[in-house]
C-alpha cells in the first residue's frame, strides 16, 4: 500500500485506476523529481492480477461504450477535457516535479493540448458515420467500427500529451483503453484518472495500470484480448512489444526514436536558423523529433556555427519550475549515464567539441547543452539517438550530398529544413522522413499525420490515420440490381 502523493499542495493517488476505482498493490516503487532527486512518493507496481483485472473491465465495458456512438460518446469526452482544464495546475505541477518539463510550458502548451486531444477527435468521429462510395454495380457503406479493447503505453519525455494523443482517438472511435504510464514519471496520468472520474466515463472505459515496462507492460502487450496496442518509446522495446503482439496478431501503432537532419541551406536565414537551432535543446534534449543532426553548407559553416553559439550561450539552464528556466534536467540517472556516455565515447573517437560536452554544475541530473563536430558519417554519435542535450554538426558541398547525408541513418521520423523557400522544399521533398519542417519547427495538427519510416516507427497518429488504427474499417455492401447466384462463368 503506498500513501497519497501531494505536490505543492495538490493530492495525486499513487494506485492504479481499474472499472472506476482506485486499486492499490502489495508492491510499490519509487518516483523522485529530476531537479533534486527528492522522493515524490511510491507508486502502486501492477502484478498480474491488475493487468488481468483491467483487461477484463475494458472488455466488459467495450459493448455499451461502443454502442453509445460518436454523438453519444461525444458529452463524455468534453467533459473528460473540461476536467483536466479544472486540473490545470495539477497537472502542471506534477510533470514538473515528475519529469523536469518546464512548468511554463506545461501551463500554455501541454495541457491545452491535451485538452484539445480529447475533444478534437471526439468531434471529428461525428465525421466517420456512413461514408459512402457509388459504383456502377453497387453502393457501398463505409464504416469505421470500434475495435475493442487498446492498450496504450506512454514515455516518460511527455506523458501528458501522449496519453491524451493516443486515448482521444482510441475513446472517441468507441474503444475502452487500459494505459501503462512510464514508470519514471507516472503522476499526470493518475491525475487523468481523477478527470475521468470526475467527468463520469462509466467504469471501464478508462483503466490504468503502472508498473515497469519488463514486467506489468509485458504482461500487458501480452494479453491474448487485446485489439490494439499504441506503444511511443525506444526501438529496442519496440521489437519486443512487436513479438508480444505478433503472437496473438493484434496491430501495432510504433512511434519510436530519431535521428533527424537541421538541414541549414547555404541561402539560409543564419539568425532564425541559429534561434530555431537552440530549441533542439528543449525538454534537455529528451524530444524524439529534434533535429539532432546539423547539416550545414560549408560556405557558411562558420557563420553558422558563431551566430548559434551565441544563443546557446544565453540558455538559461535550471529548475523547470522557475519560469525564467529554459534547459531542465535529464529525468534519470540513468539516462544521464546513457547521455555522458555517448559524449565520452565521441571525444575518444576524435570528435571536435564546439560547446558543452560536459555535466552541467547545477546539479547530477543536468547536462551542458552539446554540440560536436569533425565527425565521421559513421560515427555512433551521427548514427544513433542519444536522447539529450547533445548535438553533432557536419558539412556539405552540395544539395545531393546533403540529402544523401539526411538518408544515411535507419531513422526517418522528421527533419528541418532552413533556406530559400523554393530551394528548401526542394531539398525537403528528397529526405526521407515521416515529416518535415520547411523553415519552422514543432507546427504539428491534429489533423496532419505523424510518424516516421524505417526503424523510427510503424504507422501514423492523427487524423483519419488514427480512426483507421483505432478502428476496424468494414464495408457494407448493397448491389444496385438484383442478385443472381450463379456458378458460371462468364
Not at 541513418?409 to 526542394?426: K, N, P, S
Request: with cysteine; proline share 6%.
Amino acid at each position: 500500500m503506498a500513501d497519497m502523493i501531494h505536490i505543492d499542495g495538490h493530492p495525486i493517488s499513487p494506485d492504479h485506476y481499474i472499472n472506476g476505482r482506485r486499486v492499490a498493490s502489495s508492491e510499490t516503487f519509487e518516483t523522485f523529481c529530476p531537479v533534486d532527486q527528492k522522493v515524490l512518493g511510491r507508486i502502486s507496481a501492477g502484478l498480474d492480477e491488475h493487468v488481468d483485472a483491467a483487461v477484463s473491465a475494458a472488455q466488459a465495458a467495450f459493448p455499451g461504450w461502443a454502442a453509445l456512438g460518436a454523438a453519444g460518446r461525444l458529452p463524455y469526452l468534453e467533459r473528460f477535457a473540461e476536467e483536466i482544464g479544472k486540473r490545470e495546475e495539477a497537472f502542471a505541477l506534477a510533470e514538473a516535479n515528475d519529469a523536469g518539463v518546464l512548468l511554463s510550458r506545461m501551463r500554455h502548451g501541454i495541457v491545452p493540448r491535451a485538452m484539445l486531444n480529447i475533444t478534437w477527435f471526439a468531434k471529428e468521429a461525428l465525421t466517420l458515420q456512413d461514408r459512402v462510395i457509388e459504383t456502377t454495380q453497387a453502393i457501398h457503406q463505409v464504416r469505421h467500427d470500434p475495435a475493442g479493447v487498446c492498450a496504450i503505453i506512454t514515455p516518460w519525455n511527455s506523458p501528458l500529451m501522449l496519453a491524451t494523443w493516443k486515448a482521444g482517438p482510441a475513446l472517441a472511435s468507441g474503444n475502452t483503453v487500459v494505459i501503462k504510464p512510464p514508470e519514471w514519471a507516472p503522476l499526470t496520468t493518475s491525475l487523468l484518472a481523477d478527470a475521468a472520474d470526475a467527468a463520469g466515463l462509466p467504469p471501464g472505459v478508462f483503466n490504468i495500470v503502472q508498473g515497469m515496462g519488463a514486467t506489468t507492460g509485458a504482461r500487458l502487450v501480452a494479453d491474448p484480448r487485446l485489439a490494439r496496442i499504441s506503444f511511443t518509446g525506444s526501438v529496442p522495446t519496440a521489437k519486443l512489444v512487436a513479438t508480444a503482439a505478433a503472437a496473438n496478431l493484434v496491430p501495432c501503432s510504433l512511434e519510436l526514436g530519431g535521428k533527424s537532419p537541421f538541414i541549414v541551406l547555404k541561402d539560409a536565414d543564419l539568425d532564425a536558423a541559429a534561434a530555431t537551432g537552440a530549441l533542439m535543446y528543449r525538454n534537455a534534449g529528451q524530444v524524439c523529433l529534434a533535429g539532432t543532426r546539423f547539416l550545414v553548407h560549408e560556405s557558411i559553416r562558420d557563420a553558422f556555427v558563431e551566430k548559434m553559439r551565441a544563443v546557446v550561450a544565453n540558455l538559461v539552464v535550471g529548475d523547470p519550475r522557475d519560469p525564467a528556466t529554459e534547459v531542465g534536467p535529464i529525468i534519470h540517472p540513468r539516462q544521464v549515464e546513457r547521455v555522458a556516455g555517448f559524449v565520452e565515447r565521441a571525444k575518444a573517437a576524435g570528435a571536435t567539441t564546439l560547446w558543452g560536452g560536459e555535466r552541467h554544475d547545477f546539479g547530477p541530473q543536468y547536462f551542458q547543452p552539446t554540440m560536436f563536430c569533425d565527425v565521421a558519417n559513421d560515427a555512433e554519435i551521427v548514427q544513433q539517438e542519444v536522447f539529450g542535450p547533445v548535438l553533432v554538426m557536419q558539412t556539405f558541398a552540395s544539395d545531393e550530398e546533403a540529402i544523401a547525408l539526411a538518408n544515411s541513418t535507419v531513422y526517418g521520423l522528421g527533419g528541418i529544413c532552413y533556406g530559400e523557400q523554393a530551394h528548401a522544399q526542394t531539398v525537403a521533398d528528397q529526405v526521407r522522413t515521416g515529416f518535415i519542417w520547411i523553415n519552422s519547427f514543432t507546427i504539428r495538427d491534429l489533423a496532419a499525420p505523424f510518424g516516421g519510416r524505417g526503424q523510427s516507427g510503424v504507422g501514423r497518429e492523427g487524423g483519419e490515420w488514427s480512426f483507421d488504427f483505432f478502428c476496424d474499417v468494414k464495408d457494407v455492401i448493397t448491389p444496385k440490381q438484383p442478385f443472381k447466384a450463379s456458378f458460371a462463368h462468364r
